[in-house]
């Protein structure tokens, strides 16, 4: 089969190799019928995630056909249409009976890895480097799902196309999972999200949907900011005095919760750009640093952006100070997909509204370097595996 | 882990429950580790598994085979570096059904060890606290040791990957790997092996 590997840092390449086959009792083979690039993904293709090996086969945002299961598998079946959460999770650990399906203990092969790193492991993730298992990603035309029966979502009704509920397997339950964090009282809560790439795109149309009296939209790019606006989000572009603006904006208490949709690659920072070139700073924290110090008293800072590593002059004494509550993590994707799935089902949202590129997956290594550098109104790919 | 587990470099019997004393290689100068995981199974399906102690090379990711001779001895056989092999019977000399089992080499053994496995139920609905107590006198003495634990191979990693594997294969039934999977570049035929090898495991 054709796949999308990680070759070194801006240097990915679609290459012929074999097809997955079983290899526990709970696996599901998916033939692949939509993948997306994530932006998490450009993370990898930068450089700036440890433990990635060449020739790793990338991708976490899949949906596809079951063509073979495991003698494990007792609720998929051959033939069911699924998407795939980027979450790997056991079902039987007590995080995933937590419904805290990206913290499971079980699914990590290389667990001792993340230990060492991080205390304890978070949950394996597909296409995501060696740190979160090293599982082979979606992005090809076929893929093994480990675990499967706690997994994939099964889509009833053939009649929605794969580009509405493709994002199901991340960006939407992740946009979603932040703009719950943020504990919203239907109208009256004022939301701030920083980054309007696919996440933010999500995390504010799911702020609206679950009533935010008024969502901010701070972005550099003038196309994200406009799709921001779209939704019905008071645009603040981020070469204004982004603290000063939300002040006045706000009535001078500020957002009762602002949402971090940028992660470890925000620009703005030229001291963290310098770091993070020399190796000194492993992630560039330039949205975290404003988000801390723009909310409001008392108020939540929830974080979908992704983090890998150790973070440089942090304004803590603001998010002290200010009694602000921090919500983060890798989003608990088995927990949304059902409500989210009728939400798509019921027409409430069309999540399709965030994609401006359809290639063929053979394109990938050019649509890489053009979504990394934001090039061609570039927000969202999806690339078509048969293509 | 509970407030009442012996710390590991305490060997003072009087202070210590009565199992830890027993336990003791001869002489006190072998190599303590502990280490604990809490499961989400009751501890009777847990003690259970554990006591057939031939169950454990599923659990054990270096290569071990573990022959049952009676109720309370096995014969354990791992491979060594070089393609060499340590050997030992190991005899059971503590056994409290669904709490504790403990085990000791027995003379001649190529490496003197000895252990016990804990359950303890976890506070809440959070399943069984066990912990693994072992002791063991390194062939080659410490310095042998320290050069095991620089090429990975060291047994306080290996418990450590042990109880992991035990707690995915009770809570999940199986034992999470990428072993065989695809992969393009330079891991292709590495994995391609590893796929036939598995292959070739389950047919035979």
């Given amino acids: 089969m054709k796949a999308v590997c990680w070759m070194g840092k801006r240097e990915v390449e679609v290459q012929e190799v074999d097809d997955p086959t079983i290899l526990s009792p709970g696996d599901a083979i998916v033939r692949i019928t939509s993948t997306a690039i994530c932006g998490s993904d450009l993370h990898l293709y930068d450089g700036y995630m440890p433990t990635m090996e060449k020739g790793d086969i990338l991708g976490h945002e899949f949906m596809g056909e079951v063509v073979e299961v495991g003698p494990g598998v007792k609720r998929l079946k051959v033939g069911d249409r699924v998407v795939v959460p980027f979450t790997i999770s056991c079902g039987g650990c007590s995080h995933c009976q937590r419904q805290q399906w990206s913290l499971c203990d079980n699914t990590n092969p290389n667990a001792w890895m993340a230990e060492k790193l991080l205390g304890y492991s978070a949950a ?52 979603y999972m932040a703009a719950e964090n943020c504990d919203i009282k239907p109208g009256e809560t004022i939301v701030a999200v ?19 009296a008024k969502v901010y939209a701070i972005d550099s790019v003038p196309e994200r900011l406009a799709m921001a606006e779209a939704a019905g989000t008071i645009a603040i572009h981020d070469d204004e005095d982004v603290l000063e603006k939300l002040r006045e904006l706000t009535g001078g208490r500020g957002p009762d919760a602002a949402i971090d949709a940028v992660g470890m690659e925000a620009h703005g920072s030229s001291y963290d750009n310098l770091k993070q070139a020399l190796k000194l700073e492993t992630d560039r924290p330039y949205a975290l640093r404003q988000s801390m110090r723009a909310v409001r008293k008392g108020g939540v800072l929830s974080v979908p952006g992704v983090y890998g590593g150790f973070l440089d002059k942090i304004p803590f004494g603001a998010a002290f100070n200010k009694g602000v509550t921090f919500r983060m993590g890798q989003t608990h994707v088995q927990r949304y997909m059902p409500q989210l799935l009728s939400l798509v089902e019921s027409g409430k949202i069309d999540p399709s509204f965030v994609i401006t590129h359809r290639v063929p997956l053979t394109r990938a290594a050019e649509i890489y370097e053009v979504f990394t550098e934001k090039r061609d109104g570039c927000i969202k790919v999806v690339l078509d595996p048969a293509a | 882990m509970s407030l009442s587990t012996p710390p590991p470099d305490r060997a003072t019997a009087t202070s210590e429950p009565v199992f830890r004393s027993k336990i003791a290689v001869p002489g006190n100068r072998g190599i303590k580790i502990v280490r604990s995981c809490t499961i989400r199974k009751p501890a009777a399906e847990l003690y259970r598994f554990w006591r057939s102690f031939e169950n454990l090379v599923a659990i054990i990711k270096h290569p071990v085979s573990i022959a049952r001779i009676s109720d309370t001895e096995s014969h354990w056989r791992v491979s060594a570096p070089g393609d060499h092999f340590v050997e030992w019977h190991a005899v059971v000399i503590n056994d409290e059904p669904d709490e504790l089992i403990a085990w000791r080499s027995r003379e001649g053994a190529d490496v003197e060890n000895a252990g016990t496995v804990r359950f303890e139920a976890a506070p809440g609905d959070e399943g069984t606290e066990v912990t693994v107590q072992l002791e063991y006198n390194p062939p080659g003495g410490r310095f042998a040791a320290l050069m095991a634990k620089l090429t990975g191979d060291e047994p306080a990693q290996q418990v450590a990957e042990a109880l992991r594997r035990f707690k995915a294969l009770m809570e999940a039934g199986e034992i999470p790997t990428i072993e065989g999977q695809s992969a393009g570049g330079p891991q292709r035929t590495a994995r391609r092996k590893e796929r036939e090898q598995l292959q070739r495991k389950a047919a035979s």
Avoid: K, M
Avoid at chain 1, 196 to 212: N, T
């Fill in chain 1, 124 to 175: 394996g993730l597909f296409g995501y480097s060696h740190l979160t298992g090293g599982y082979a990603g979606g992005q090809a035309q076929y893929a093994r799902v480990p675990y499967a029966d706690h997994g994939p979502i099964v889509i009833e009704d053939d009649t929605i196309p794969d580009e509405q509920l493709l994002f199901l397997s991340d960006i939407f339950p992740t946009g």
């Fill in chain 1, 194 to 212: 920083w980054g309007c790439g696919p996440v933010g795109q999500f995390a504010i149309r799911s702020a609206l949907l679950l009533g935010a």
